[in-house]
């Protein structure tokens, strides 16, 4: 089975340019999940979808992050215009969300977008 | 909000036996993760516990108190493919249930 696929893996770019991530999650899974991870910060949930539905977007920084599920395949994390502070790692993450019980949910991660903005 | 503790460094010998130690701190308890990420990789899902109490599976164990809000990751007969960070973390019941806020990880180093 394909896992969660992320592209580009790797990503250099100019302050001020448009960037946009790309994210597949694994097929049947119907919660999504962008985080960050930086030595600083650690890994941090930025926001995550529900059936393709933003759930949670207090993680995002600001105004020029902005994050799209059209449909239950795809997701994009667009930030616009992108700055060095922004360099770190993007991970996105799916989990097959059962029918409400506490469960194990457990979330499957991508191998991650390497971003470095220059 | 959540507040996860855990060391930044441990070292260990080969062969031997590693407990990571994480407290949180939370308003809505509804599962606690462990993660392992090697340098360059994606986190990859260890264990789970929502219940308290030890749950063992192969060579890696993770325990659970919620009244202390602690938690450890036991890994039995190290090997030096086990050097990697460990990530502790805390799911929220708010936010739609399925929130994970992470741990700043351990970073843990297997010797010879």
């Known amino acids: 089975d394909a896992g969660v696929i992320q592209s580009p893996r790797h990503e250099v770019t100019e302050m001020g340019q448009e960037v946009t991530l790309r994210c597949k999650p694994i097929?049947?899974?119907?919660?999504l999940f962008w985080y960050r991870q930086t030595m600083m910060r650690g890994l941090e949930l930025l926001i995550y979808?529900?059936?393709?539905?933003?759930?949670?977007d207090s993680g995002m920084p600001e105004d020029r992050f902005s994050a799209k599920m059209p449909n239950a395949s795809f997701s994009t994390l667009k930030i616009q215009p992108s700055e060095p502070r922004d360099s770190a790692v993007y991970f996105c993450?799916?989990?097959?969300?059962?029918?409400?019980?506490?469960?194990?949910?457990?979330?499957?991660f991508g191998p991650g977008t390497r971003l470095t903005v220059l | 909000g959540q507040n996860i503790d855990q060391p930044t460094e441990m070292t260990a010998t080969e062969g031997a036996i590693v407990q990571i130690n994480c407290t949180y701190q939370?308003?809505?308890?509804?599962?606690l993760f462990w993660y392992q990420q090697h340098a360059g990789e994606a986190p990859t899902f260890l264990s789970y516990?929502?219940?308290?109490g030890l749950e063992e599976k192969g060579r890696f164990s993770s325990f659970l108190s919620r009244s202390k809000g602690y938690s450890y990751l036991l890994l039995k007969e190290l090997q030096m493919k086990d050097s990697a960070s460990y990530l502790c973390?805390?799911?929220?019941?708010?936010?739609?249930?399925?929130?994970?806020?992470f741990g700043t990880g351990t970073q843990l180093k297997v010797e010879l």
């Open positions: 973390a805390v799911r929220d019941r708010g936010g739609g249930g399925n929130k994970l806020t």
């Open positions: 939370t308003s809505g308890f509804n599962g």
């Open positions: 516990n929502v219940l308290d």
């Open positions: 097929s049947g899974h119907n919660s």
């Open positions: 993450a799916s989990t097959p969300r059962t029918s409400g019980r506490a469960s194990t949910d457990t979330q499957y």
């Open positions: 979808f529900n059936n393709n539905v933003p759930i949670d």
